[in-house]
């Protein structure tokens, strides 16, 4: 093999095995940076999911740890705090989070803790889940069943007005006749919609499988608005951000700058 085989043999070799890692890193779960989490791990409950702030004198109070008076900050009600995992202290339950408290572009994140009955649940596709269940069918779909004008639409669920993300079937030629899920959904208007649990990196998410593309699908579902305490007058206070997972993007990142190594020293090698 000459060396231009080499290298491009060695090429593909990289991101074949580094790609896959990338997305399975999309899946890792997220722990926060924090003492007492790090103390406690084996007793927290993971909850990975967005709350509104609702604490009965109209803002909650972040603090160092469970039962700890070291205040980290507040937030009035309503706005939303993504709670990582809980923990249980005899009865009192803790949620954690960190929290983006930069003004800038550049993000500076602080861990706290505030008890879970000052929060309020965002409606997510798990409450629509709950709430539907008695009307939803089982049966298996897959992506051969879809003829979309463009990329698939993924919605957070059938009616809501809000889109997830898109997919895009070009990319899963070998997949399409696999079964991306096994929960049916049928609007008033005979629309059917399929549920995706998990397919390939996707989770949690619906398609509208008559209608795959159209993003001016009716909102006829709508999140019901919270019924939360009042929050005081408006105060300066950070604003709240999930916090995000970095390993995957720098995995990428990994394999385009090998890519760009290897092309150099095969073109340095050419000119020599």
Not at 69 to 77: A, C, F, Q
Not at 260 to 266: D, K, S, T
């Amino acid at each position: 093999m000459n060396k231009k085989g080499f290298f491009v043999v060695l090429l593909v070799l990289a991101v074949v095995i580094l790609l896959p890692y990338a997305t399975a890193l999309a899946d890792v779960l997220v722990e926060p940076d924090d003492s007492f989490y790090r103390k406690n791990s084996n007793r927290m409950r993971v909850v990975n999911r967005s709350f509104y702030a609702n604490g009965e004198s109209g803002y909650i109070t972040l603090v160092r740890e469970p039962n700890s008076s070291r205040e980290v900050l507040s937030l009035e009600n309503g706005k939303h705090i993504y709670i990582m995992f809980s923990y249980d202290d005899n009865g009192t339950v803790w949620g954690v989070a960190e929290i983006n408290i930069s003004e800038t572009e550049t993000r500076r994140y602080v861990t706290g803790w505030v008890q879970m009955s000052q929060l309020h649940p965002v409606y997510n596709s798990g409450m629509f889940y709950n709430e539907n269940r008695d009307n939803f069918i089982d049966r298996q779909f897959n992506l051969s069943m879809i003829d979309p004008d463009g990329e698939v639409l993924l919605w957070t669920w059938p009616g809501s007005g809000k889109t997830n993300g898109t997919l895009n079937i070009d990319n899963f030629s070998r997949e399409i006749d696999e079964e991306a899920g096994n929960t049916m959904y049928i609007d008033k208007d005979g629309r059917e919609w399929g549920y995706i649990t998990y397919f390939y990196g996707y989770r949690d998410v619906w398609i509208c499988l008559t209608d795959p593309s159209n993003p001016d699908i009716p909102a006829f579902n709508k999140a019901p608005e919270p019924n939360l305490y009042p929050a005081p007058n408006p105060d300066s206070t950070p604003t709240t951000n999930s916090s995000s997972l970095i390993l995957a993007a720098t995995l990428v990142s990994l394999v385009v700058t090998l890519s760009l190594v290897l092309i150099f020293l095969f073109w340095n090698k050419k000119k020599q």
